[in-house]
Structure formats: C-alpha cells, structure tokens
C-alpha cells in the first residue's frame, strides 16, 4: 500500500482527531486496489467513516466530495489522463 496522497499523519482527515482511526479507501469496490496502490485513502474516525448516519459510507454528499478533492489531488501528481487509466471514471 502507498501512502495517502492527501495526507502525511495518522489522524482524521475531516476532523484531525486521532482516536478510533479507520481506513478509508476513497475509490471502493473494484477500485479498493488501485485506492490501495495509488495512496487514494485516508484515515478517519469510526463516526466519519461508517458508524453513524453522518458518515462518508452512509453520507452521498460528503462521499463524492472526498472523491473529487482525491482526484484532483491525483491528477495534480499524474495527471488526468493517468487518473481515468486507472480508476475509468471522472468525478468533477
């Protein structure tokens, strides 16, 4: 696994707590590996992640908006081309 590209530190990328962290694999499913390989992960609390209804797992709105903070993160690095290569799916 890579490290996060929008990240440095093990604490909460919504709310910079450090306590009951999870991973979270921006691009899931079919994509998990390539979230994986290419550092599009972050970490987040139990709440953030999926143990509440305000959580990026149940939360469609603040889903997306990690999804495309990460891509343009991505592209920044590889650029758009290289991004639609691998995760075959344009969120902006």
Same mark, same amino acid.
């Given at each position: 696994?890579?490290?996060?590209?929008?990240? +440095?530190?093990?604490?909460?990328?919504?709310?910079?707590?450090?306590?009951?962290?999870?991973?979270? &694999?921006?691009?899931? $499913?079919?994509?998990?590996?390539?979230? *994986?390989?290419?550092?599009?992960?972050?970490?987040?609390? $139990?709440?953030?992640?999926?143990?509440?209804? *305000?959580?990026? &797992?149940?939360?469609?709105?603040? +889903?997306? *908006?990690?999804?495309?903070?990460?891509?343009?993160?991505?592209?920044?690095?590889?650029?758009?081309?290289?991004?639609?290569?691998?995760?075959?799916?344009?969120?902006?």
């Amino acid at each position: 696994m890579s490290k996060s590209i929008l990240q +440095n530190n093990k604490v909460c990328y919504l709310t910079g707590r450090t306590d009951s962290l999870h991973m979270h &694999h921006i691009y899931s $499913g079919s994509r998990r590996k390539s979230s *994986d390989k290419w550092g599009c992960w972050v970490w987040l609390t $139990g709440e953030r992640h999926n143990l509440s209804p *305000d959580s990026v &797992h149940f939360n469609h709105e603040m +889903n997306i *908006d990690l999804k495309r903070t990460c891509q343009r993160q991505f592209e920044e690095i590889y650029g758009h081309e290289k991004f639609m290569e691998v995760f075959g799916k344009n969120y902006l």
